[in-house]
């Protein structure tokens, strides 16, 4: 069994001096949700896809607004799971609202690590580095878990290695979180390779690179998460409120999105809403209004703070198994309106993750992430080899290789010379943080389309 008092560990990850005075305005998990906002990582999530990519109308939710919400959803769900948890366990003094706090700060960095076009953009790092050249070449110089990381590219592990190193790069644990913010961000507490990560829902994906396990290892030591093999562990039981605070919110938020921009028909949302939110008050009053996008609002509201109640209960319901890290599946999956939402999910993924004027702007999109890895990846080898005594690298590359914010310093880096791994995450370090406007942009002004 996990101890919550360890579990919401104050201690931040990279500080050589976790004795210091705490303020006693705001509690360390405050602070650490005004690291995430003030951060630029998180500011350039108001240009990164959600659904709908480079939209023109003004309406639709982004990757930061997004996160907003789910942040949103999260401190509710984890203010009332902390009020059970204070009331039965020893969780060293702290109030429920710091419970909420460490939640709501998880899931407003969720998507942090996320490339433009969002899973696109995943999917197209992961294609290039299988199918191209460049990525075949590299994949002889690497060891079997660094192939894993870039063939299996995940945004939830790129998240990770921003919070905790490429944001205040210069000193350890970059923004230095609490340990129980970091655990509960990692909803897949393992490295790469499948067969090292845990059974069930936790290990559908991982949530750490190579250059970020002895990291992740020291916040799984600092909250006492279990280990279950090698660079794995079972979830911190916060993490499950993370994933469900995001699930509640694409799935309801997204729905609709896609009724305002006329992909889903009122009366559909309707219908899905009102069985979750199974209230005939609610009913007679959505009756009451007249315009669909004030009706479909209101619903959103209820259908959200129903199925906050709901995973509420399933936590308090479940929490041996979360506590012990035996849960298997999601929250979501054992609220009994799941088949409601399940619905609502596969609707959602035929009509408007699907839709045409979507998959127009993602197959671009491929297009684009690959073209900028295929410019980027050769003149950095170049400049490496350079650097090492060989040929001089060619006045491309040199001038390129100025766009990067990185290779001015790694090229005094021995590792960084050395290792093609370690040179291919800085440039997707590079590209994984571009918005989709200045990817767009770029990816033109290479390409010689736009100058």
Known sequence: MMEWKQLLSPKRIGDPDPQKALSPERSPFQQDFDRIVFSGAFRRLQDKTQVFPLVKTDYVRTRLTHSLEASSIGRSLGTACGAFVAKNFDIGGLHPSD????????????????????????????????????????????????????????????????????????????????????????????????????????GKKFSFFQTEKDTFAEVARTCGLVQVGEYAWKRHPLAYLVEAADDIAYLIVDFEDGHRLGLVDYHELEEAFLTIIN?????????????????????????????????????????????????????????????????????????????????????????????????????VDELAREYKGGAQASYRSRRLAAMLPFYTVERRNEFWLNETYLRLMGILDFVSGMTDSYAVSLHQKLKGISL
């Open 279 to 379: 209230s005939p008050r609610a009913e007679e009053y959505v009756k009451k209004l007249e315009s669909p996008i004030r009706k479909a609002e209101f619903l959103r509201a209820k259908a959200i703070g129903v199925l906050i109640g709901k995973v509420t209960e399933v936590f308090i319901g479940h929490h041996d198994e979360l506590i012990s890290g035996t849960l298997p599946r999601s929250l979501i999956d054992y609220l009994d309106c799941f088949d409601t939402l399940k619905k609502i999910r596969t609707r959602s993924a035929k009509g408007i993750y699907n839709h045409r004027s979507v998959a127009e702007v993602v197959g671009a999109g491929f297009e684009m992430v690959s073209g900028l890895l295929d410019v980027f990846v050769p003149c």
């Open 99 to 202: 419970v909420g706090a460490v939640v709501a700060t998880a899931a407003l960095a969720h998507d942090i690590g996320n490339p433009p076009l969002g899973h696109a953009g995943e999917e197209a790092i992961r294609y290039w580095f299988t199918n191209s050249e460049a990525g075949r070449f590299y994949q002889k110089t690497m060891s079997r878990e660094q192939i894993s990381d870039i063939e299996l590219y995940e945004g939830n592990a790129q998240g990770f290695r921003v919070i905790t190193r490429l944001e205040m790069p210069d000193r350890p644990g970059g923004m230095r979180l609490t340990a129980s913010t970091l655990g509960a961000f990692a909803k897949y507490p393992a490295a790469s390779p499948p067969a090292c990560r845990p059974e069930g829902i936790s």
